[in-house]
């Protein structure tokens, strides 16, 4: 059986969930309460030493470093998001490096002070914050003349690097990131939330934030 450990909240998580779901895998999704610090207990730390999630267990393999997981389940089951040529995947690698390094970089000091702080009171960082939207103004543009010359980040088909940006762009609403001066960007992002692979994971990001009104 193979299990992915995950928070319906974390990035990296999101990010193996829905290539999980891209793929159309049977797997297990198993949410891993980090609040009550689960990720730390003796179980979990065999999967991943470092206490944190995302972790695969496929049957008995451990994995952790989303971006790790997702290569192998697209190695795993021969998919075109991640293809063996070496030129296609170095371009893919190339962009999933640049997600991580100059959008995520910048994107989670932005999130963490404008979604997660306030929610759980802790103290906001507001220099953090405007750095971050300042290296988020210096990268997107790349981004988005990637999206003006192709409908994806690496040509006409969807690749291992749009989902694992795609993963990385869920909270933007949540977090108040404003990608309107970024058209293809935002139609991008509107198109693959329409997929199955997204509406079977679920409805919208922080869903299960929302709590009814009458309570
Ligand atoms: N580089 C890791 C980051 C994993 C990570 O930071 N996960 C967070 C949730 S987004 C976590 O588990 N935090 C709990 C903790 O550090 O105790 C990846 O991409 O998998």
Same mark, same amino acid.
């Given at each position: 059986?193979?299990?992915?450990?995950?928070s319906?909240l974390?990035?990296?998580?999101?990010?193996?969930?829905?290539?999980?779901?891209?793929?159309?895998?049977?797997?297990?999704?198993?949410l891993v309460n980090l609040r009550e610090k689960e990720q730390k207990?003796?179980?979990?730390?065999?999967?991943?030493?470092? /206490?944190?999630?995302?972790?695969?267990?496929?049957? /008995?393999?451990?994995?952790?470093?989303?971006?790790?997981?997702?290569?192998?389940?697209?190695?795993?089951?021969?998919?075109?998001?991640?293809?063996?040529?070496?030129?296609?995947?170095?371009?893919?690698?190339?962009?999933?490096? #640049?997600?991580?390094?100059?959008?995520?970089?910048?994107?989670?000091?932005?999130?963490?002070?404008?979604?997660f702080?306030?929610l759980r009171?802790?103290?906001?960082?507001?220099?953090?914050?405007?750095?971050?939207?300042?290296?988020?103004?210096?990268? #997107?543009?790349?981004?988005?003349?990637?999206?003006?010359?192709?409908? #994806?980040?690496?040509?006409?088909?969807?690749?291992?690097?749009?989902?694992?940006?795609?993963?990385?762009?869920?909270?933007?609403?949540?977090?108040?990131?404003?990608?309107?001066?970024?058209?293809?960007?935002?139609?991008?992002?509107? /198109?693959?939330?329409?997929?199955?692979?997204?509406?079977?994971?679920?409805?919208?990001? /922080?869903?299960?934030?929302?709590?009814?009104?009458?309570?």
């Amino acid at each position: 059986m193979l299990t992915i450990y995950g928070s319906d909240l974390s990035g990296p998580a999101i990010k193996t969930r829905l290539t999980a779901s891209y793929l159309g895998i049977d797997y297990k999704w198993q949410l891993v309460n980090l609040r009550e610090k689960e990720q730390k207990q003796e179980w979990f730390l065999k999967i991943n030493p470092a /206490g944190k999630v995302p972790a695969l267990d496929d049957d /008995g393999f451990h994995l952790f470093e989303s971006n790790a997981i997702c290569k192998y389940l697209c190695d795993k089951y021969d998919s075109a998001l991640y293809p063996k040529d070496i030129r296609k995947r170095a371009v893919i690698d190339q962009w999933i490096d #640049f997600v991580s390094f100059h959008i995520l970089a910048y994107y989670v000091p932005v999130m963490v002070n404008r979604l997660f702080a306030p929610l759980r009171g802790l103290p906001v960082d507001e220099k953090a914050m405007l750095d971050g939207e300042n290296g988020l103004k210096q990268y #997107f543009p790349l981004i988005e003349a990637q999206l003006t010359k192709n409908a #994806f980040l690496t040509g006409t088909a969807v690749c291992l690097a749009d989902i694992i940006l795609f993963a990385v762009l869920e909270p933007t609403e949540m977090a108040k990131i404003d990608l309107s001066p970024y058209p293809k960007l935002t139609a991008w992002r509107s /198109g693959l939330k329409k997929q199955p692979f997204y509406t079977r994971c679920y409805k919208e990001y /922080g869903e299960m934030l929302k709590v009814p009104a009458s309570r």
